[in-house]
């Protein structure tokens, strides 16, 4: 009753949850923004870091970090996508994303564009920057599969590199994150 609306009998305490998810997204976004901060180097003392991105801690880690962690990875509540949402990466020489994981093409991460795709390739953590360099494996030395693509597999492929075909890499300009309003 603590949490009704005062016109209601109670005291008009907010739901801890609904106040609680912004304060987190707001780490979110600085952990991701600011990669040379104390809290993100304490992070990734402390839980390590792949492909660039600080690890979820699994069991061990706290319960504020796997919350963070959770919503950073669109997972928990339903509707819990809201902040991977709301993010996407501005490429600019491409060596800070991440290929398949990142939301760089359009706002989605291209593993849940082309997921068949992702399943298959064998190297899942390859920036952008080395996908390029090797021409988005227009000859197949970009991208290793599991096994050969079927048919239906290459009409993707095809499409993916084809969605690629006009996008260009700014050497002298940083990636970055960006607020999707």
């Known amino acids: 009753t603590i949490c009704l609306r005062k016109e209601y009998g109670g005291l008009g305490v907010r739901q801890l949850r ?14 991701l923004v600011d990669r040379e901060g104390v809290w993100f180097r304490v992070l990734a003392a402390r839980y390590g870091v792949e492909g660039g991105r600080l690890r979820d801690g699994g069991r061990r880690g706290s319960s504020w ?8 990875e669109g997972g928990g509540e339903p509707g819990g996508r809201w902040f991977g949402e709301q993010v996407s990466r501005r490429v600019g020489d491409g060596s800070d994303t991440l290929f398949w994981t990142d939301p760089w093409v359009d706002g989605t991460p291209l593993c849940e564009r082309f997921g068949s795709l992702f399943v298959l390739a064998e190297t899942k953590l390859r920036t952008v920057a080395e996908m390029f360099s090797l021409g988005w494996g227009a000859e197949g030395e970009t991208l290793v599969w599991r096994r050969q693509l079927r048919v239906w597999e290459e009409e993707m492929f095809g499409e993916c590199q084809s969605l690629l075909s006009n996008i260009s890499l700014q050497a002298q300009s940083s990636d970055r994150w960006q607020w999707q309003p």
């Open 18 to 31: 609904e106040f609680n998810l912004p304060l987190l997204g707001k780490w979110c976004w600085r952990l």
């Open 65 to 72: 970090w796997r919350e963070i962690a959770s919503i950073m």
